[in-house]
């Protein structure tokens, strides 16, 4: 389950946003034995944005609780990590 929210705000700080989401992963069985499973996970992020016509700058924070979890192959999956990025349009 996926869920991803977020809101522009629309007074004089116009442009000024912040998100907010959430991803759940049910336990799910390694092996076609069911022998080893990779437990149930939820991981958090969150993004606080500036807007405007011909450019934006943000600054995301993924897995928030530093959560441990793995991919369906088994693989350890990223801990907290930040993320700043700058856009231009043209």
Known sequence: MNFWA???LQ???KGLGAGFGA???DESYLTTANTFYIPSYTIY???VFYKQPTWRVGLK???LTNERYWSTWGAPQAP???LG???FKF
Do not use: E, F, P
Request: charge should be positive; aromatic fraction near 10%; hydrophobic fraction near 35%.
């Open 6 to 8: 977020s809101y522009k």
């Open 11 to 13: 007074n004089k700080l």
């Open 23 to 25: 991803n759940y992963v």
């Open 45 to 47: 992020g969150a993004i």
């Open 61 to 63: 924070i993924d897995n």
């Open 80 to 82: 907290t990590t930040v």
């Open 85 to 87: 990025s700058l856009t």
